[in-house]
């Protein structure tokens, strides 16, 4: 299963910004459930950007996956949402040695800028870590491709994504944003807690101890924090 546990590397980057942090309440959220706040392969990669305007900043979506039988399935209708996105980079990693020939020609047909990637899990307790993080390796080995002011976010293949999420929120991240997230696991939406502007907490139904107790589709980073740190 995916985690999100105090100390791991994603952990780091939310402490390393925590006073800097934006946040970002979905109105249908908050419409919807007032009580919970008031609150390697590379295809087309030789020039992701040059002198990217600020609210015109390229969305790196990093994508871990695996094989099973819908995969395909869900990789293509994560593509047709991401194709509607303009400015945009996608980074998919195959949990596996090598990548995957299906996956590959699924991805040249998108059209979409991308790079794919492969690596087993290395023993990490958490399905994904390990792709997350060759992800977050190869964008600081390729960091002159793209624009600090660009901006990360992590979305799994078998997620759905609204499109208004990406130009009305992640794109206006300057540092730091995180927002709810509809329907993960059992319960029916899980959001950061609001107190006077800043995050004090979490509305989560999974280990709501945790120090960073969002889902991973819950927030996005900054390209340049998040290079600058290891």
């Given at each position: 299963?995916?985690?999100?546990?105090?100390?791991?590397?994603?952990?780091?980057?939310?402490?390393?910004?925590a006073?800097?942090l934006?946040?970002?309440?979905?109105?249908?959220?908050?419409?919807?459930?007032?009580?919970?706040m008031?609150?390697?392969?590379?295809?087309?990669a030789d020039?992701?950007?040059?002198?990217t305007?600020a609210?015109?900043?390229?969305?790196?979506?990093?994508?871990?996956?695996?094989?099973r039988p819908?995969?395909?399935?869900?990789?293509?209708?994560?593509?047709?949402?991401?194709?509607?996105?303009g400015?945009l980079?996608?980074v998919v990693?195959?949990?596996?040695?090598?990548?995957?020939?299906?996956?590959?020609?699924?991805?040249a047909?998108?059209?979409?800028?991308?790079?794919?990637?492969?690596?087993?899990?290395h023993?990490?307790?958490?399905?994904?870590?390990?792709q997350?993080?060759?992800?977050?390796?190869?964008?600081?080995?390729n960091?002159?491709?793209?624009?600090?002011?660009?901006?990360?976010?992590?979305?799994?293949d078998?997620?759905?994504?609204?499109?208004?999420?990406f130009?009305?929120?992640?794109?206006?991240v300057d540092?730091?944003?995180?927002?709810?997230?509809?329907?993960?696991g059992?319960?029916?939406?899980?959001a950061?807690k609001?107190?006077?502007?800043?995050?004090v907490?979490?509305?989560?139904?999974y280990?709501?101890?945790?120090?960073f107790?969002?889902?991973?589709?819950?927030?996005?980073?900054?390209?340049?924090?998040?290079?600058?740190?290891?």
């Open positions: 299963m995916d985690c999100f546990r105090k100390g791991d590397g994603i952990g780091a980057f939310l402490k390393l910004a006073v800097t934006i946040v970002i309440i979905m109105l249908s959220v908050t419409q919807s459930s007032p009580s919970l008031r609150y390697i392969r590379t295809e087309r020039s992701v950007v040059d002198s305007p609210d015109n900043k390229t969305i790196i979506v990093i994508t871990p996956t695996k094989q819908e995969r395909l399935a869900d990789l293509t209708m994560l593509a047709q949402t991401l194709k509607q996105v400015n980079y996608w990693v195959e949990d596996a040695d090598k990548t995957a020939d299906l996956v590959s020609d699924l991805l047909r998108t059209g979409i800028n991308h790079t794919y990637l492969a690596t087993t899990n023993g990490l307790p958490c399905r994904g870590w390990a997350r993080n060759l992800a977050l390796d190869y964008l600081r080995q960091k002159d491709k793209f624009n600090e002011k660009d901006v990360i976010y992590f979305a799994d078998d997620n759905g994504y609204d499109l208004r999420l130009d009305q929120y992640i794109r206006k540092v730091m944003g995180v927002w709810a997230v509809g329907i993960p059992n319960a029916l939406v899980e950061p609001v107190e006077n502007g800043k995050v907490g979490w509305h989560s139904a280990l709501p101890d945790r120090e107790a969002t889902d991973m589709a819950g927030f996005a980073l900054n390209f340049g924090l998040v290079v600058s740190t290891k």
